[in-house]
């Protein structure tokens, strides 16, 4: 079964949800500017958290690392491995993009453990999980407290499960790029039978 055209409708469900999400997100802080037009006179944060407080900027940076990982990997604008470091016999040309399997479909695989191997890009794609994690530790469990379902009995356990959703998560997308950057998982010679 080719599960070709749903994966194209989800690529294309992607962007929607990530415009309605930013959407949301500053219309929800042009209302809660509105309901306090005059700042107070010593803005003392209490309660709010590190993660509750950078908010903003630690969407911005997923966006931007959103950006990056569709020009590195998906338009092959950012080409941080060359062919010659990887097996010679599964290269089609000079970019690591133009692998190929056995079926002359594009090597998924191959293109995933060949993206993380130089240390800078290993090292962004590391910085930019710890970014999501703070994002997600806070912005899960906010959405209870946002939709009111957020009361005193529960807001410990569903702040702690969140927490913990999101770093498992973060944990898993960094345990890739960790195992290929430490050679961990293997490139694969598809042209040996």
Known sequence: MKLGPLLWVALAELPTIFTLHLYLALSL???????????????VTIQASVASRTMPWTGLTILLFALFHLAH???????????????TRAIANASYLNLVDA???????????????????????????????????????????TLGLNT?????????????????????????????WSSYIAEVDRFVR
Do not use: W
């Open 152 to 180: 005193p009995r529960i807001q410990p356990f569903i702040s702690l499960a969140f927490k913990a959703i999101a770093f498992v998560i973060v944990a898993g997308n960094i345990a890739i790029v960790v195992a290929v």
């Open 103 to 145: 079926s002359n479909h594009h090597d998924v695989y191959s293109m995933v453990v060949a993206g993380p191997k130089e240390p800078p890009i290993a090292i962004l794609y590391i910085l930019a999980q710890l970014a999501l994690l703070v994002h997600l530790s806070h912005g899960i469990s906010s959405v209870f407290q």
């Open 29 to 43: 802080s042009r209302r809660s500017l509105a309901a306090r037009p005059v700042p107070y006179c010593h803005p």
């Open 73 to 87: 990997y998906t338009l092959g604008v950012v080409d941080s491995t060359k062919a010659h470091d990887l097996p």
